[in-house]
């Protein structure tokens, strides 16, 4: 089972970075894909970043050139490097895994980032 542990969220003007981070309790070896997607209020989740176990990573089309996601295998931690945060960037952010053997999917418990204008 995987566990994961969200940090880096904050407040930050427009226009501003923040960089999350996402602490897993195995080896990213053992995992196919991380990622993050986020929740406004009265909004549907939405993907944002993956990254596979191969290194590729997708993105969000509203995020594409602002957003970079990465991960330290060493370390067991992914990261959410965003940058020219917008007002609508506002959300609850949530790391999630799919383990590889098993293909569950796991979540963290979230971190809020608000974009001031």
């Known amino acids: 089972q995987v566990q994961l542990v969200d940090s880096g969220g904050g407040l930050v003007q427009a226009g501003g970075s923040l960089r999350l981070s996402c602490a897993a309790s195995?080896?990213?070896?053992?995992?196919?894909?991380m990622g993050w997607s986020r929740q406004a209020p009265g909004k549907q989740r939405e993907l944002v970043a993956t990254?596979?176990?191969?290194?590729?990573?997708n993105y969000a089309n509203s995020v594409k050139g602002r957003f970079t996601i990465s991960r330290d295998i060493a370390k067991n931690e992914a990261y959410l490097q965003m940058n020219s945060l917008k007002p609508e960037d506002s959300a609850v952010y949530y790391c999630?895994?799919?383990?590889?053997?098993?293909?569950?999917?796991?979540w963290g418990q979230g971190t809020q980032v608000t974009v001031s204008s």
């Open positions: 990254v596979t176990n191969g290194g590729s990573t």
């Open positions: 195995e080896s990213l070896r053992t995992v196919n894909v």
């Open positions: 999630y895994a799919q383990e590889l053997l098993s293909s569950r999917w796991y």
